[in-house]
């Protein structure tokens, strides 16, 4: 690999005119990074003022800027959490599966199973949510109603397709699993062996080591790979726009009516198309409220990831 | 359901004789809880028998009833704390078998559908003047190709050249916002993406502009920091000892990125960029609010909309046209073709690290 012949005697090593070029292409790309992150948020905030600024009555729907994006975001978050809340559990478990309780030999395999689900486009996985799993879940949510229709989450009526926010929050949780469980993953096997084989040999079983050593070991990357993980779900856009049935309804915890709140992003890719002039604006400061949402999620959860390894314990 | 590593578990646990709760049961032998678990299937096949054949149910019912066998039965025999450790085995398995569902079910389901239209018509006609049967997706195939094609080009050499920067010259706090403004843009939601691109033609060329262009730069905005993460992890692998030896010999600093690190690195930034185009091929989003679509085949990216693959199964399947039936099964053939795509490049990149990697003995 290293070419002898090519070094030329060099007399004076700062001043080359290759490496300055070179370093400074370098630089200049790295700079260029930061130019492209400034440019996503002026371009946006320079295209949404007109919409900032119009009259209420101008903004589609009519109510003003605030009460088209509030139930877009209470949608966005709503189905988010519901993903979350699916996800973690599932994930942290395949995890625990994966680094302690599969056999050695095909660990390594299972986990690139389960990271295939993360290679699957999200425009597939509304196929999927919309052909198979909403179908299948309308039986389910037939004997929710009935048996647990009290609850404000599971009031009727049904809908018949299964195009909902809870199937949503479930396609969303699919969608989120390969991330939070990776960096899970990431965290346990992390977990230094004295630990674990301390509990052991003081007689703890497999699932008292795993909360006594494992789990305290890795709260914060849980906690982190599962805030990455909401980051994702909040700005999916293809499945929802796909499966979610499309009506407005404004501000409903009903999960299993056919009426939903949109989310953000998937109300940008159903309108975007047919919108002229004001309504493109509309849509972008909607984008720009998802660009920050989606921001301060991912930034908090760098920061609790980040923190972990300061206080680790493994040195 | 494997419980085969109990005996990590259990032989600490027999050689503590003060752990009170422990001290008078016997151990399990290794064949109970599949032997319980055997039991629940037979139980369940009899419910489901009884209340009609349902597979999903019939599952269910072994879970559960297995799961709670096992349970009360280690529970009788070995105590409380075996019991519970018996009871987490079973459902982290379970989690991992409810995570295998929907992979399954989504190939099988879009390899079913897809195989309808699976055909050399798919490959080789476009859309226009197509009404009802026949017609494909060599249009939005070509589309797709060449907007990836474009996005390799602008996010490759950026995404290099950040990673070199930040391995090889990078210090002080513009390495540190680099770094940092990385992990940010990797959170971008790819539809926010779409619409950094719309704002910034619009700016140039008016509103309601759609290109090809348009597209690449906003997965640009995707794809760089994929780039950059994976370039940086594996240009840090490269020994330091290489460099040294390099600048030893009198080599340039550029020369010896240029000539000794990246070509040890290669096979791993292949990798890397490999998973990237597989990261953006199937993004719909920005490409739908920036390309548009369009039935005709357009190979100009500078000149008006192109079909891309992904956006071309959305609307044919969300607009399908009379008969309805033609336009939904050219959708889930196209999502096959991007189901191929995506594996595809998958493996590709797997068979790169795996032939192409460093000869470990120097």
């Given at each position: ?47 949404s003022v007109p919409a900032l600024t119009a009259s209420p009555d101008e903004i589609p729907?009519d109510g003003g800027l605030?009460?088209y ?208 002039g004001l309504g493109v604006n509309t849509?972008?400061a ?30 | ?362």
């Amino acid at each position: 690999m290293t070419s002898t012949t090519s070094a030329p005697p060099a007399q004076q090593p700062k001043s080359r005119p290759g490496d300055r070029i070179f370093a400074g292409t370098a630089k200049g790309a790295g700079i260029l990074i930061l130019v492209i992150l400034a440019g996503v948020a002026l371009f946006l905030i320079s295209e949404s003022v007109p919409a900032l600024t119009a009259s209420p009555d101008e903004i589609p729907g009519d109510g003003g800027l605030a009460s088209y994006i509030g139930p877009l975001i209470f949608g966005t978050l709503l189905s988010a959490m519901i993903a979350l809340l699916v996800a973690t559990p599932l994930a942290v478990a395949i995890a625990l599966f994966i680094t302690f309780y599969a056999p050695r030999k095909l660990a390594a395999g299972l986990g690139y199973v389960v990271d295939l689900l993360a290679a699957i486009p999200s425009i597939v996985y509304g196929f999927w949510g919309i052909a198979w799993l909403a179908p299948r879940l309308v039986p389910f949510y037939r004997w929710l109603e009935e048996n647990l229709g009290f609850i404000p989450f599971f009031t009727g009526p049904v809908s018949s397709s299964g195009r909902t926010m809870l199937t949503i929050g479930l396609v969303l949780a699919v969608m989120i699993l390969p991330i939070v469980s990776a960096i899970s993953r990431e965290v346990f096997s992390q977990v230094p062996t004295l630990h674990t084989e301390a509990a052991l040999a003081l007689g703890a079983t497999r699932w008292e080591m795993i909360k006594m050593a494992v789990i305290p070991y890795g709260k914060s990357g849980i906690i982190g790979g599962s805030m990455l993980g909401l980051g994702r779900a909040l700005g999916e856009t293809m499945a929802v726009a796909i499966i979610l049935s499309g009506s407005a309804a404004g501000i409903t915890w009903a999960l299993i009516t056919s009426a939903n709140p949109q989310t953000i992003a998937a109300n940008i890719a159903l309108q975007f198309p047919e919108e002229t002039g004001l309504g493109v604006n509309t849509l972008i400061a909607s984008g720009l409220a998802l660009f920050v949402i989606t921001l301060l999620v991912n930034m908090l959860a760098r920061w609790v990831v980040s923190r972990r390894a300061d206080f680790s314990g493994a040195n | 359901m494997s419980t085969s590593t109990q005996q990590s578990s259990a032989g600490p646990a027999t050689s503590a004789p003060s752990q009170g709760a422990l001290g008078g049961h016997e151990k399990q032998a290794p064949w109970v809880p599949w032997a319980v678990f055997g039991a629940a299937a037979a139980v369940a096949l009899a419910i489901s028998l009884l209340t009609g054949w349902n597979i999903v149910l019939f599952v269910i019912y072994t879970v559960v009833l297995g799961t709670l066998g096992t349970y009360l039965l280690s529970r009788v025999t070995e105590g409380s704390r075996k019991a519970t450790d018996r009871l987490i085995t079973c459902l982290v398995v379970s989690a991992f078998g409810i995570a295998m569902v929907p992979l399954v079910s989504l190939v099988y389901e879009v390899v079913r559908r897809g195989a309808e239209r699976f055909d050399a018509e798919f490959f080789t006609a476009s859309l226009q003047g197509v009404i009802g049967p026949g017609g494909g997706a060599y249009h939005a195939i070509m589309g797709t190709l060449i907007i990836t094609a474009l996005t390799t080009l602008i996010s490759v050499p950026i995404g290099l050249m950040t990673a070199i920067y930040l391995v090889e010259y990078g210090t002080g706090r513009l390495k540190r916002s680099i770094t940092f403004f990385i992990d940010v843009m990797t959170g971008i939601p790819s539809i926010v993406a779409g619409l950094f691109a719309y704002a910034l033609f619009v700016l140039i060329f008016g509103p309601g502009i759609r290109l090809g262009i348009m597209g690449a730069v906003a997965l640009s905005v995707l794809m760089i920091p994929v780039v950059v993460r994976s370039a940086e992890e594996v240009l840090k692998l490269v020994p330091n000892e290489l460099r040294e030896a390099a600048y030893a010999l009198g080599v340039p600093k550029w020369r010896t990125i240029l000539k000794v690190v990246i070509p040890t690195a290669i096979a791993g930034l292949a990798t890397g960029v490999t998973l990237a185009i597989a990261r953006v091929i199937g993004e719909t989003a920005p490409l739908l609010i920036t390309v548009g679509i369009t039935n005709a085949t357009n190979f100009n990216p500078f000149d008006g909309r192109m079909a891309t693959l992904p956006v071309y199964a959305y609307y044919q399947l969300t607009q399908p046209g009379v008969p309805p039936q033609e336009g939904i099964d050219r959708a889930w053939t196209a999502a096959l073709v991007l189901i191929i795509l995506v594996m595809g490049l998958n493996v590709v990149a797997r068979l790169i690290s795996r032939l192409f990697a460093p000869k470990t003995s120097r």
